[in-house]
């Protein structure tokens, strides 16, 4: 069975700091892994994925992430966050195979200025 | 290019009432799915349809029923609607190619439903 863990619930960072969402995934086969943005009372959209190849992925908005698969991990950094980053982020896994996604508990980003 | 859309944005309903949350996608896609989302407990997937004809129970299902006539329609019944569902619900679909399929998903905007 496929799961995953996002180690924060919640990160209060200020504006122009860097920071970074953690992501923890376990699997028994190879797996696809994403990080979804939910802004305010909207749905969710895809921020960036790792299907194969490059181990760092570069998505929209000036993230990008990491892919550690010996650490299981696929965390989610900015260099530099702006107000606009506040958004819950969600981290998803799903494995080689399988049907479904299986996202994590979110992350919700507070910007302060 | 409309995606996924979702109907009614919010509803209040009492307990033991019935409603249909509709979801209609215009992306030709086969795959879609009916999430609830609850304050830090991410989002749990209630039933997933992989075409028309073709539903599937996912994590939560018990209280919930589905259909899929047709590609784009996938709409979501609660028949007896109790205050354990009040909750966000998303649609989403998919575009799956068999085993190299994605899975990435494309959401509506939600359904806010308050049971009372």
């Known amino acids: 069975a496929q799961s995953v863990t996002q180690l924060d619930s919640q990160v209060p960072v200020f504006e122009e700091a860097p920071v970074e969402l953690r992501c923890n995934y376990s699997s028994s086969v190879s797996v696809y892994l994403f990080w979804y943005v939910q802004y305010p009372n909207q749905g969710l959209q895809l921020l960036l994925k790792?299907?194969?190849?490059?181990?760092l992925v570069k998505g929209i908005n000036g993230f990008e992430a990491e892919f550690n698969k010996s650490q299981t991990s696929f965390h989610l950094r900015k260099p530099s966050v702006h107000i606009s980053d506040t958004a819950e982020y969600f981290c998803?896994?799903?494995?080689?195979?399988?049907?479904?996604?299986?996202f994590g508990q979110g992350t919700r980003l507070t910007i302060n200025p | 290019n409309a995606g996924v859309t979702q109907t009614p944005k919010f509803r209040i309903l009492k307990i033991g009432q019935s409603m249909t949350l509709q979801c209609t996608q215009d992306m030709n896609h086969n795959y879609m799915y009916w999430y609830r989302q609850d304050p830090g407990m991410g989002l749990k997937l209630i039933y997933y349809?992989?075409?028309?004809?073709?539903?599937d129970k996912g994590e939560v299902p018990n209280g919930y029923n589905v259909s899929r006539s047709t590609t784009e329609d996938f709409p979501l019944r609660l028949e007896l609607a109790a205050p354990s569902q009040t909750s966000v619900y998303f649609c989403?679909?998919?575009?799956?190619?068999?085993?190299?399929?994605?899975?990435?998903?494309?959401f509506g905007e939600g359904s806010r439903l308050t049971v009372l």
């Open positions: 989403a679909s998919s575009q799956e190619q068999g085993a190299l399929g994605t899975g990435e998903l494309f």
């Open positions: 349809s992989v075409g028309a004809g073709i539903t």
């Open positions: 790792y299907l194969s190849g490059s181990t």
């Open positions: 998803a896994v799903r494995s080689r195979g399988a049907q479904k996604l299986v």
